[in-house]
């Protein structure tokens, strides 16, 4: 229970901060990050429309030069989509 309350804490966090109006910020980001923390976003979502996933990452998953919040909202417009 406290495991979950803890990815709970996260989500929200993480909807909060997707929320928010956004300045554009460049930084190196995981791309393998960014998809995790997407798909913790859309999980329960994919799980009701009978999406499954298969993850996986390669070990030379790079780091790139990117927006956070742009790369996130690309990778959950395809996930969303993906049904």
């Known amino acids: ?7 709970m804490a996260g989500l929200v966090g993480n909807l ?20 995790e923390n997407t798909l913790e976003l859309v999980y329960y979502y ?5 999406v499954r996933l298969k993850k996986e990452f390669g070990s030379d998953v790079p780091m790139v030069l990117a ?11 395809l996930f969303t989509n993906a049904e």
């Open 1 to 7: 229970m406290e495991r979950e309350l803890e990815r």
């Open 16 to 35: 909060l901060q997707f929320s928010r109006r956004h300045v554009q910020q460049i930084s190196s980001i995981s791309v393998a990050e960014e998809i």
């Open 46 to 50: 994919l799980r009701k429309h009978n």
């Open 67 to 77: 927006d956070r919040a742009q790369m996130r909202q690309v990778f959950l417009n």
